[in-house]
């Protein structure tokens, strides 16, 4: 009979042939939290650039101070579901203010941003409708899609012409439609054309549109409300998911939108029903770093700062970059072997980032994904794009006769 | 997929000429090959197949019936029960 774990024997096989003996990437363990952007891994201060704190607010005074009243007032956690004993008046007082932050009518929090999106897109389309997502989409769209009773169409990533290729061969089948994207996608940090996503969807009868602004919320858009703020087509984006585990700095997730019958979701959507609701602590952190976020105009203009000075002094270098300007600026490498000396070198020499391998990765891509925080100083960034140089001198993956590039204009 | 049902030849003739673009095992293309273990295609790979697919025939091909189809002649039946179900 063979072992349970016998299906995955290749992969362990594989993961261990590539990480030997050295330190493992997915195993990293931060000995000591210094502040938003450093931390001791191995004995050693190290920057991180490898983290979803896109805003920084993960030590904000005003939500630490919120958070230890709540914890000091109504205890260590709920206990409970939120239909059940788990909602607290805080819970209430956080839909409330994602009410007020989205400019949407109704809100619903769940107790992370994986649950959300895999509740609404298991619950939302019935067994006659039809959702069509995005292919890069994140593995909670996947998850939730794969619980749901409708037919799942896939589509070319950020690709509006593919969508309407395959909504016009809908056309003609009742039931509605609903499609799903992303505003910023995690691995490469590119963004969806909303815009663009918008004017396909009017084109066509009862299809709605929602999107994950997991990785855009807080960065883009005036008042950080994401990529359907910044495209001008919030009010045709008929629900916005969300976390508060990358800008808003703590954990849970949500879902906005201006459905008069959304609340309903409420009474079927079993990730709402069936877990325990999210700490009074961590609600109350979240209800204040929302206002924080609104009002966050310098924070955002630290980011895109930021996200401008390592973009450009690793593109200067001259290794791959896999998008544009954005938070995310994800270094390819040409091989996992390769990726693995590159993380390793970074990381021996105090930088953090992500390795991210395929099957995780679009187009097969190993990636060195580093992403940015507001609360970056530019002497780190130097630091980082400096360590970067050096290792990828090492490994052969620049020129190291060309004239030496500064690292910033 | 019923085992005693067979599916159209020129469904499965169309399927085998787009397969040959994506079967870099050099495995012969028969009715019975099987995507994952003769043809080692990955969740990535058969996304894009899939794409293929629906725009060769013009049709819609869920996701949710993937986990039924393992073999070149699972997929022919789909198609054709796809182009039944939309009237061609």
Not at chain 1, 332 to 345: H, K, Q
């Amino acid at each position: 009979m063979a072992d349970l774990f016998d299906r995955w024997a290749p992969l362990r096989a594989q993961r261990d042939a590539l990480f030997g003996e050295g330190i493992n990437p997915f195993n990293v363990v931060m000995d000591e939290v210094l502040s938003q952007t450093e931390a001791m891994i191995g004995g050693r201060c190290t920057i991180l650039v490898g983290t979803n704190n896109y805003l920084g607010l993960t030590f904000q005074p005003e939500a630490l101070k919120a958070a230890h009243d709540a914890l000091d007032a109504c205890g260590t956690g709920t206990t409970g579901s939120r239909m059940a004993n788990g909602t607290y008046y805080g819970h209430k007082e956080l839909e409330a203010a994602l009410c007020d932050f989205f400019a949407k009518s109704h809100a619903m929090v769940f107790s992370t941003g994986f649950l959300a999106n895999q509740g609404i897109l298991s619950t939302l389309m019935g067994p006659e409708d039809f959702i069509l997502m995005d292919a890069d989409c994140h593995a909670s769209i996947y998850d939730g899609v794969r619980g749901s009773s409708a037919q799942v169409i896939r589509f070319k990533h950020n690709d509006p012409a593919d969508l309407d290729k395959r909504l016009s061969r809908l056309a003609d089948k009742p039931g509605n439609k609903l499609i799903v994207v992303e505003g910023i996608y995690s691995m490469l940090g590119d963004k969806a054309p909303m815009a663009e996503f918008v004017a396909v969807k009017k084109k066509y009868e009862n299809v709605y549109l929602l999107s994950d602004e997991a990785h855009s919320m807080g960065v883009c858009g005036r008042y950080g409300r994401g990529v359907p703020e910044e495209a001008g087509v919030e009010d045709d984006v008929d629900f916005i998911v969300g976390t508060f585990s990358k800008s808003v700095g703590t954990v849970g997730g949500f879902c906005v939108s201006n459905h008069p019958s959304f609340d309903t979701l409420r009474l079927v959507t079993r990730a709402y029903i069936f877990t325990a609701s999210l700490p009074p602590s961590v609600v109350a952190s979240a209800t204040v770093n929302l206002k924080i976020i609104k009002n966050g105009g310098v924070l955002r203009k630290r980011i895109e700062r930021n996200s401008e000075q390592l973009h450009s002094g690793l593109s200067a270098l001259g290794l791959k970059i896999a998008s544009d300007v954005s938070p995310v600026v994800a270094v390819v490498a040409p091989d996992p072997v390769t990726a693995l000396a590159f993380w390793r070198g970074l990381i021996e020499a105090g930088v953090y980032v992500n390795l991210a391998l395929p099957p995780a990765t679009p187009f097969g891509y190993c990636l060195l994904r580093a992403s940015i925080c507001a609360a970056h100083t530019e002497e780190q960034l130097d630091r980082v794009i400096a360590i970067f140089a050096g290792v990828a001198t090492k490994l052969g993956l620049i020129d190291t006769s060309a004239p030496k590039v500064a690292a910033r204009a | 997929m019923n085992p005693s049902a067979e599916p159209s030849p020129e469904t499965l003739a169309t399927l085998v000429k787009i397969l040959a673009g994506f079967n870099k095992t050099g495995t012969e293309l028969k009715p019975e090959t099987r995507f994952t273990e003769d043809l080692n295609f990955d969740s990535l790979v058969v996304m894009e197949f899939i794409a293929v697919v629906e725009d060769d025939f013009e049709i819609s091909v869920p996701m949710n019936i993937l986990p039924d189809v393992a073999t070149v002649k699972d997929l022919a039946l789909a198609v054709d029960k796809i182009l039944k179900d939309d009237g061609r």
